[in-house]
C-alpha cells in the first residue's frame, strides 16, 4: 500500500518534467519560411539588345505545388507568366519569356520574378518566392553603390533603416525598387524612389512599415531586396541590397523562455510540496 502511494506522488513531477520536454520541442524548432522551389534563370541577349530569358522551377518541397503564377519585374515594366496549375515533386519545369524591353546601353540589368504558388488545389492564400538576378549585354559592369538595410520592430509599427553609400567619386543618380516579403507595404515606396549621391557620400532615411492582415500568419525568415539601378557614360550598373525580417510566432520560446522556465519551476515546487504532504499524511505500512 505504500509503495502505491509513493508512485502515485511521483506521477505529478514525471508529467511536469514531460510537459517541459514538450513544450521545449515544439518551441524551439527553428521557424523558417522555407522555399517550395528552386529557382534559376539562363538569360540571351543579341546583338541588337532582344532578351529572351528560361526560367526554370523545381519543386523541392517534397509534395505537389499547385497554381504557380510567376510575374516578371524587368528594367521599367512588368510582364505576368502563365499559370502552371500542377507540378509534382521533384519535378522542374522551364517557362520562356521574350517580353523583356530591348535594351540599348551596354551594361548589367536587373531581373526580378515574383511566384505565387499554393500547397493546395484551390487555397485561398498563395505562399509568394522571390527570385532575383541580373543579365548583362556586351559588358558585364559592376555597381559601386553599396548600403545596408536595418529593419526594426517596435510593438505594432515597423521601419525600414537604409543607406547608401557611393563608393566612386563621381556623381550618381540612383533608382530604387523596394520588394518586401507579402504582409508588408512600405509608406514610401509606392513604386520606384530616386536618390542622388555625390562622389563618396552617404544617404540615410528611414520609411515606416505598415502591416495587413496576412503579416499575423507569417513565421520565421523572409528576405527584403533594395534594387539599385543607374547609368553612367553609356552604360547601365544594377546592384541589389539583401537584408531579412523575422516574423516572431505567436509563442517565441527565445522570448518568452524565462516566464515559462519560472512556471516550470513553480510547477515543480509545488509537486513536491505535495508528494512532501502526502508522505507526511499516510499512515505507517503494517508488516
Known amino acids: 500500500m505504500n509503495e502505491r502511494r509513493q508512485t502515485k506522488t511521483q506521477l505529478p513531477i514525471q508529467r511536469v518534467l514531460v510537459l ?55 528594367h521599367h515594366s512588368m510582364e505576368m507568366g502563365g499559370m502552371i496549375e500542377h507540378l509534382p515533386a521533384g519535378e522542374s519545369v522551364t517557362i520562356t519569356n521574350d517580353r523583356h524591353p530591348p535594351v540599348v546601353l551596354a551594361g548589367r540589368y536587373p531581373l526580378v520574378v515574383l511566384l505565387h504558388y499554393q500547397t493546395e488545389p484551390k487555397q485561398k492564400e498563395s505562399l ?29 509599427s515597423s521601419k525600414l533603416k537604409i543607406h547608401l553609400n557611393n563608393q566612386s567619386n563621381s556623381l550618381k543618380n540612383v533608382r530604387l525598387m523596394l520588394i518586401l516579403p507579402p504582409g508588408l507595404q512600405a509608406d514610401k515606396f509606392p513604386g520606384m524612389m530616386t536618390f542622388t549621391l555625390h562622389g563618396g557620400g552617404n544617404v540615410y532615411f528611414e520609411t515606416d512599415v505598415q502591416q495587413n492582415d496576412s503579416f499575423r500568419s507569417l513565421t520565421g525568415y523572409y528576405p527584403i531586396h533594395l534594387l539599385l539601378e543607374y547609368g553612367e557614360y553609356l552604360k547601365h550598373y544594377t546592384g541589389e541590397i539583401q537584408s531579412s525580417v523575422y516574423f516572431t510566432p505567436i509563442f517565441d520560446l527565445h522570448q518568452h523562455w524565462p516566464h515559462l522556465f519560472a512556471m516550470i519551476l513553480f510547477a515543480t515546487g509545488l509537486a513536491l510540496f505535495y508528494k512532501k504532504r502526502a508522505g507526511k499524511a499516510a499512515p505507517p505500512a503494517h508488516i
Open 20 to 74: 517541459w520536454v514538450l513544450i521545449f520541442a515544439l518551441f524551439n524548432a527553428p521557424a523558417n519560411a522555407e522555399d517550395g522551389l528552386d529557382i534559376s534563370a539562363e538569360t540571351q541577349v543579341s546583338a541588337t539588345g532582344a532578351v529572351l530569358i528560361n526560367l526554370t522551377l523545381k519543386n523541392i518541397s517534397g509534395q505537389p505545388l499547385y497554381s504557380i503564377h510567376p510575374m516578371f519585374h524587368f
Open 128 to 156: 509568394l518566392q522571390t527570385f532575383t538576378g541580373s543579365f548583362h549585354h556586351k559588358e558585364p559592369v559592376q555597381s559601386v553603390v553599396a548600403g545596408d538595410i536595418e529593419f526594426v520592430q517596435e510593438g505594432e
